[in-house]
């Protein structure tokens, strides 16, 4: 098994409020990162701003701040978030840091003097949203092939990075590579891409134009634009500057997350500059869907863009990262909506498992007065036993495949096995019947130990609310046992404590709505 894991988020663009497709990678990422921590690997989770370009110029301008200003103002509003929202990166890149910008100028200059970059006229279409050029044969009637809005023409002299000389490897290597790409329609999308011819790509900009970007090394007319600068922050951040001893240990990059819609920039664009530096390529790239809103495109106009802190605060922040990370298969798109969001809290979260822990630990503090019992040796629960095994085994190998919501419907089932098994053995008969009292023990034990599994399993998704549960069942904070069965220690203090998860209902409904979505 790999010891060092080293996921990234895309960095994200200063332009915008932070909103739910920035929260959604930026979870499963830190759930992956909490996960992969706890199976005990060294842990790098990488997450950032992309903060040079056009836009944050623009933006800048329009606020009649410097564009230091405003990037900086920004920025802290995502670091904020982040920590509002319980995320346990490593580090926070920036693409205006010292250490990055001596990385791309580092990497210009080599693939300069490599001859990988060199300077041409160019006209073509170019998109200023997405910062792109486009050739004619790209344009979807006229419009950006990604974004479809409008393009305009320009003619100028620019810098070139070879890219087009790299499509037959790179579509050989993603045929040999199965889990390169994922999920395999996203792969299948790459290498329809690769289909046509690979174009070289346009890496500058002159300064007369936009300034604000990296300086060319070797033309100080010219930066460098967003893809060519941002794509290296996952180098930068992890310390790449030459061979390091630090950037040996991190580097190859486990799992690139990202979202669909910057596929191509990553799976061709980076894949193949890395290729042209010389260094390994990521194990890993996974492109997750997309959300939509009460069925609608997200968007300002629509005035339906979901705020974050406005549904942490409605719904309570474990419950809300626990939504994002089950609602939809990840990897397909998915929709958000607020009577979504509030049944899969009902039912996941208070009636299922949320009524599992308070009926057993009540019944630990009834029964046995508070104290776990010494399981007695029999074999009643034997079939909990098994399906813990089954449940965490299935986990795992979910995780390590990058399937989120498939991990946690494994728990829910599980959740549902020990409701079951609770009901078929009825604690409250055995509890009337002195002869019954070993049963009774092995009941209460078994049903303990798999909430400590379950509070284990659901640890990543939901840290604040399983922690406070798994020492609410006497361990200790950050030694939560093993895999294995029989981590509870018998004897263990078990208090009986609050709902973890209360029901929303009737007004309590309403009152979500409005705080989430007050202009829908
Ligand atoms: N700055 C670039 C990434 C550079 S990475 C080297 C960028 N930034 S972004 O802020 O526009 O978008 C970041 C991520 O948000 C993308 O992965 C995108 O897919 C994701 N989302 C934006 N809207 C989304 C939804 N409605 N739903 C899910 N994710 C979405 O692109």
């Not at 809290?345 to 822990?357: M, P, R």
């Not at 294995?484 to 979500?512: C, N, Q, T």
């Amino acid at each position: 098994m790999a010891k060092k894991f080293y996921v990234t988020t895309p960095i994200y663009y200063v332009n915008d409020k932070p909103h739910i497709g920035h929260l959604y990678t930026t979870v499963a990422a830190d759930f992956l990162a909490r996960y992969n921590r706890m199976e005990g690997r060294e842990v790098f989770f990488l997450t950032g701003t992309d903060e040079h370009g056009q836009k944050a110029d623009q933006a800048a301008k329009e606020k009649g701040q410097s564009v230091k200003e405003h990037v900086d103002f920004h920025s802290e509003i995502f670091k904020n978030l982040w920590k509002e929202m319980n995320i346990s990166h490593d580090h926070f890149v920036r693409t205006t840091d010292a250490g990055h910008l001596k990385v791309v100028r580092e990497t210009l200059q080599k693939l300069y003097e490599k001859g990988e970059i060199y300077d041409d006229t160019y006209e073509g279409w170019y998109c200023v949203p997405d910062e792109r050029f486009w050739m004619e044969k790209d344009l979807v009637d006229g419009n950006c092939p990604d974004c479809g809005r409008k393009v305009d023409r320009i003619k100028e002299k620019n810098y070139f990075f070879k890219m087009g000389r790299h499509q037959q490897w790179l579509i050989d290597y993603i045929k040999a590579n199965e889990d390169f790409i994922a999920p395999k329609s996203r792969r299948n999308e790459v290498l329809g891409f690769l289909d046509r011819e690979l174009d070289d790509l346009c890496i500058s900009r002159p300064k007369s134009r936009m300034s604000w970007g990296v300086e060319l090394p070797f033309d100080k007319d010219y930066v460098t634009y967003v893809w060519f600068d941002a794509l290296q922050n996952y180098i930068s951040a992890a310390g790449f500057r030459g061979d390091g001893e630090r950037f040996k240990n991190i580097w190859p990059a486990d799992l690139h997350l990202i979202g669909k819609d910057i596929l191509t920039t990553h799976c061709v664009y980076w894949i193949t500059m890395l290729k042209a530096i010389g260094l390994p390529l990521p194990k890993r790239i996974f492109a997750h869907g997309w959300w939509t809103v009460e069925g609608k495109k997200m968007s300002k106009s629509l005035g339906n863009v979901v705020e974050p802190l406005r549904v942490k605060e409605a719904v309570g922040l474990d419950q809300f990262r626990y939504f994002l990370m089950k609602e939809i298969q990840f990897g397909s798109d998915g929709d958000f909506s607020v009577d979504g969001l509030v049944s899969r809290i009902n039912v996941d979260l208070s009636n299922n498992f949320g009524n599992l822990v308070s009926r057993s630990l009540k019944m630990v503090s009834k029964y046995r007065g508070g104290k776990l019992p010494k399981p007695s040796g029999t074999d009643t629960a034997a079939s909990l036993q098994k399906a813990a095994e089954k449940a965490i085994d299935s986990y795992t190998k979910h995780l390590e495949q990058t399937a989120i919501n498939k991990a946690l419907d494994e728990v829910i089932s599980f959740c549902d096995i020990v409701n079951g098994f609770i009901v078929e053995s009825e604690p409250w008969n055995l509890a009337k019947d002195e002869s019954k009292s070993e049963i009774l023990d092995d009941v209460l034990y078994g049903v303990v130990e798999s909430i400590r599994y379950i509070g284990r399993m659901l640890l990543p998704v939901m840290p604040g609310s399983m922690e406070k549960l798994l020492l609410q069942i006497g361990l200790e904070k950050g030694n939560y046992g093993s895999d294995s069965w029989g981590g509870m220690k018998p004897g263990a203090v078990i208090s009986a404590g609050e709902p973890l998860f209360p029901r929303i209902d009737g007004k309590m409904k309403e009152k979500v709505k409005a705080a989430v979505l007050p202009d829908v």
